[in-house]
């Protein structure tokens, strides 16, 4: 992930979230730096990084910095909080795959992903800032309440699915659109 991708995500959020996920003796074996909603993984050479030294990375003054959600977490790979973050994911996961379609509802404009049972996802498009949707060496796979983000078998992302409220007409009108739609792409092909 490019540094500069994630960057801009948290400063549209005011929002800096780093993970370390950690062996059992407390040496990190990957770190992701995001917001809450998403997060991306990292290279070494940030691992020893504080929130500080990103804010400074990121050219945050001092003054704006007090007005930003700033944390910094450990989690155990072992640990079931740590698991999501794991190359292969003990619960296993199901692939999704990115529409060629978003929405927009309430303001905000939707990524829409289907799961290989036919299940529609959809997730703000701006949690996917840092990585290209279209990119073939990307891959998207549903693990309980996240999607995970992998790099052929590295994960290099989880974005949480956040929950819409939603009524189940406006739900019905959506599955029928997608369902539309999914209909158009076939018949392009």
């Given at each position: 992930m490019k540094i500069k991708k994630i960057e801009k995500l948290c400063k549209d959020a005011k929002e800096i979230l780093r993970t370390d996920v950690v062996d059992?003796?407390?040496k990190i074996e990957k770190a992701f730096l995001g917001i809450n909603n998403a997060q991306y993984a990292i290279g070494k050479t940030f691992y020893d990084f504080t929130n500080d030294n990103f804010l400074d990375l990121f050219e945050v003054?001092?003054?704006s910095a007090d007005k930003w959600f700033e944390e910094h977490e450990e989690t155990p790979l072992d640990?079931?909080?740590?698991e999501i973050f794991a190359d292969v994911y003990p619960e296993g996961e199901i692939a999704v795959f990115p529409l060629e379609l978003s929405l927009n509802y309430g303001g905000e404009t939707f990524s829409i992903f289907r799961t290989e049972r036919g299940k529609d996802i959809f997730v703000p498009t701006e949690w996917f800032g840092p990585v290209d949707l279209e990119d073939e060496n990307i891959s998207f796979w549903l693990r309980e309440n996240v999607i995970a983000i992998k790099s052929g078998l590295y994960l290099v992302g989880i974005v949480h699915i956040p929950i819409i409220g939603i009524s189940p007409v406006m739900q019905q009108m959506l599955k029928r659109i997608c369902e539309v739609a999914d209909g158009i792409e076939r018949r392009e092909k």
């Open positions: 059992g003796k407390g003054s001092a003054k640990d079931p909080d740590g």
